[in-house]
C-alpha cells in the first residue's frame, strides 16, 4: 500500500488539469495568452506541481493572492511571469521586484506608496491596474463620473511599470438574466482603459478581464489574455458549460478503519444525532472536518464505495465520520470516494449550502496530494 494512502488522500489527475487547459487554449485566438490561476494552492491541487505542468505546457503567466504565494513559486524554481491579485503591503515593493513579480494596484495612493518604497533601491516594479467596473472591492473606478484621472496620474510614477489592466466580472458565472450586466461591466472596462491610455499618453500591454464564467460563456472579452480559475481544476462556475468538456482534477478519499456491528436503538457520534433502526454495519471513515470535510454534511452526505453510495450517519468528528455500509459487503480497507468523478463536488458543495471553489480549498495541507496521469 502507498504510505500516503492509508488513511485519507486527494488524487489529483494532472492529466485532467492538462485537458482543461489545452481544451480552453484551444479557443484563443493566435497570441492571445493565458494565465493560470493557482492562488490558494491552486485551488487545493497543489500550487508547486500545478504550476510546473502550466510551464511544460505553455502557459504563459501565473496569477496567486498574496506575496507568499508568489515567493513559494520563486523558490522552487518557477520561472513564468507571476501576478499578485491581491493586497500586498507596500513596504514589501523591494521584495516584489526582487522576485520579478507584478502587483496589481487598485488606488493612486496604493500606486503612490509601492513607488515611495522603491526609492533608492535601482529597481522598478512590474503592475497591472486594477479597475473597478462593478464587483464593488478593489480598484480605479471607472465608472459614474469618474474620469480615469487618479489612474493617469499613477501610470505616471517613475518606479512603476504598467504592464497590464484588468478587471473582474461578478456574475459572467450566473443565471441567463445576469448577462446584460456582464456587458455593463466589459462596457464600462473597455472605456475605462482607453481613457487611462488617452489621458496618459501610453498603452497597456496586456488588457484582461477572462474569468471562468466568461470563458466558458462570453468569448468576447478575451482580449490579450484570459485567466480563467475553477475551470482550469474541471469544474464549471455555472451552468453554462460553453462547449467546452471539462474534467474534475481532484478526487478526495478514505479508507475503511473498521465496520462496527450496531443494533436498533443504538446511537452514533457526538449529540446522538442518529439512532439506528435495523441491525447495521456502520463504516468508521478517518477523515473529518480538520481535513476540510465541513461539520454542516452530518447526516447529509452520501458516500461512494465503487459505484455503491452509502449514507453519512451521526456527527462528522474532527478526525473520522461514519457511514452506514449496511447490505454493500464494505470491509476495513475499502475505499470511499467524497467527491471527484463519481459524486461531483458541486453535489457535496450544496448540500453544505456553499460552492464547490470552498470545498476544494477547504481540503487541509495534513491530507496528501497524490499526483496521478
Same mark, same amino acid.
Given at each position: 500500500?502507498?504510505?500516503?494512502? +492509508? /488513511?485519507?488522500?486527494?488524487?489529483?489527475?494532472?492529466?485532467? %488539469?492538462?485537458?482543461?487547459?489545452?481544451?480552453?487554449?484551444?479557443?484563443?485566438?493566435?497570441?492571445?495568452?493565458?494565465?493560470?490561476?493557482? +492562488?490558494?494552492?491552486?485551488?487545493? $491541487?497543489?500550487?508547486?506541481?500545478?504550476?510546473?505542468?502550466?510551464?511544460?505546457?505553455?502557459?504563459?503567466?501565473?496569477?496567486?493572492?498574496?506575496?507568499?504565494?508568489?515567493?513559494?513559486?520563486?523558490?522552487?524554481?518557477?520561472?513564468? !511571469?507571476?501576478?499578485?491579485?491581491?493586497?500586498?503591503?507596500?513596504?514589501?515593493? !523591494?521584495?516584489?521586484?526582487?522576485?520579478?513579480?507584478?502587483?496589481?494596484?487598485?488606488?493612486?495612493?496604493? @500606486?503612490?506608496?509601492?513607488?515611495?518604497?522603491? @526609492?533608492?533601491?535601482?529597481?522598478?516594479?512590474?503592475? $497591472?491596474?486594477?479597475?473597478?467596473?462593478?464587483?464593488?472591492? &478593489?480598484?480605479?473606478?471607472?465608472?459614474?463620473?469618474?474620469?480615469?484621472?487618479?489612474?493617469?496620474?499613477?501610470?505616471?510614477?517613475?518606479?512603476?511599470?504598467?504592464?497590464?489592466? =484588468?478587471?473582474?466580472?461578478?456574475?459572467?458565472?450566473?443565471?441567463?438574466?445576469?448577462?446584460? =450586466?456582464?456587458?455593463?461591466?466589459?462596457?464600462?472596462? +473597455?472605456?475605462?482603459?482607453?481613457?487611462?491610455?488617452?489621458? *496618459?499618453? /501610453?498603452?497597456?500591454?496586456?488588457?484582461?478581464?477572462?474569468?471562468?464564467? @466568461?470563458?466558458?460563456?462570453?468569448?468576447?472579452?478575451?482580449?490579450?489574455?484570459?485567466?480563467?480559475?475553477?475551470?482550469?481544476?474541471?469544474?464549471?462556475?455555472?451552468?453554462?458549460?460553453?462547449?467546452?468538456?471539462?474534467?474534475?482534477?481532484?478526487?478526495?478519499? *478514505?479508507?475503511?478503519?473498521?465496520?462496527?456491528?450496531?443494533?436498533?436503538?443504538?446511537?452514533? *457520534?457526538?449529540?446522538?444525532?442518529? &439512532?439506528?433502526?435495523?441491525?447495521?454495519? %456502520?463504516?468508521?471513515? !478517518?477523515?473529518?472536518?480538520?481535513?476540510?470535510? $465541513?461539520? %454542516?454534511? *452530518?447526516?447529509?452526505?452520501?458516500?461512494?464505495?465503487?459505484?455503491?453510495?452509502?449514507?453519512?450517519?451521526?456527527?462528522?468528528?474532527?478526525?473520522?465520520?461514519?457511514?452506514?455500509? &449496511?447490505?454493500?459487503?464494505? +470491509?476495513?480497507?475499502?475505499?470511499?470516494?467524497?467527491?471527484?468523478?463519481?459524486?461531483?463536488?458541486?453535489?457535496?458543495? @450544496?448540500?453544505?449550502? &456553499?460552492? $464547490?471553489?470552498?470545498?476544494?480549498?477547504?481540503?487541509?495541507?495534513?491530507? !496528501?496530494?497524490?499526483?496521478?496521469?
Amino acid at each position: 500500500m502507498d504510505e500516503m494512502r +492509508k /488513511r485519507t488522500w486527494a488524487e489529483v489527475s494532472l492529466g485532467a %488539469i492538462e485537458h482543461n487547459y489545452r481544451a480552453m487554449r484551444a479557443r484563443l485566438a493566435p497570441g492571445t495568452r493565458y494565465m493560470g490561476i493557482v +492562488k490558494a494552492n491552486a485551488y487545493g $491541487h497543489g500550487a508547486v506541481r500545478v504550476s510546473r505542468l502550466l510551464a511544460d505546457v505553455g502557459c504563459d503567466y501565473l496569477a496567486v493572492a498574496c506575496i507568499d504565494e508568489a515567493v513559494q513559486l520563486r523558490q522552487a524554481g518557477i520561472g513564468l !511571469p507571476i501576478l499578485i491579485l491581491g493586497y500586498t503591503p507596500p513596504e514589501l515593493a !523591494p521584495q516584489l521586484a526582487e522576485n520579478d513579480v507584478t502587483q496589481a494596484v487598485g488606488s493612486l495612493d496604493m @500606486a503612490r506608496a509601492l513607488n515611495d518604497a522603491l @526609492a533608492g533601491t535601482g529597481r522598478t516594479l512590474k503592475v $497591472h491596474f486594477k479597475l473597478e467596473t462593478g464587483m464593488g472591492r &478593489t480598484g480605479f473606478r471607472v465608472y459614474g463620473g469618474a474620469d480615469g484621472s487618479d489612474a493617469a496620474q499613477a501610470m505616471a510614477l517613475p518606479r512603476l511599470a504598467p504592464e497590464g489592466v =484588468f478587471t473582474h466580472f461578478c456574475v459572467s458565472d450566473g443565471a441567463p438574466g445576469e448577462r446584460d =450586466f456582464t456587458w455593463e461591466q466589459l462596457k464600462r472596462f +473597455k472605456a475605462g482603459f482607453e481613457t487611462i491610455e488617452e489621458r *496618459s499618453g /501610453r498603452r497597456f500591454e496586456i488588457h484582461h478581464c477572462t474569468n471562468s464564467g @466568461a470563458m466558458l460563456s462570453f468569448p468576447e472579452t478575451y482580449m490579450d489574455m484570459v485567466r480563467p480559475g475553477v475551470a482550469l481544476y474541471g469544474l464549471y462556475p455555472g451552468e453554462d458549460r460553453g462547449d467546452i468538456e471539462l474534467i474534475p482534477a481532484m478526487t478526495l478519499k *478514505s479508507r475503511v478503519a473498521c465496520v462496527e456491528r450496531h443494533e436498533p436503538g443504538d446511537t452514533i *457520534s457526538y449529540g446522538r444525532t442518529f &439512532t439506528v433502526e435495523r441491525p447495521s454495519a %456502520i463504516a468508521v471513515l !478517518p477523515i473529518g472536518y480538520a481535513d476540510g470535510l $465541513h461539520r %454542516i454534511l *452530518s447526516n447529509r452526505l452520501t458516500v461512494d464505495f465503487d459505484g455503491r453510495r452509502a449514507r453519512q450517519v451521526g456527527r462528522i468528528c474532527m478526525d473520522m465520520c461514519m457511514a452506514d455500509v &449496511t447490505d454493500l459487503g464494505v +470491509k476495513a480497507g475499502d475505499t470511499a470516494e467524497i467527491f471527484g468523478r463519481r459524486i461531483g463536488a458541486g453535489e457535496v458543495a @450544496a448540500l453544505c449550502g &456553499t460552492i $464547490h471553489y470552498e470545498l476544494l480549498c477547504a481540503v487541509s495541507p495534513r491530507v !496528501p496530494r497524490i499526483y496521478v496521469d
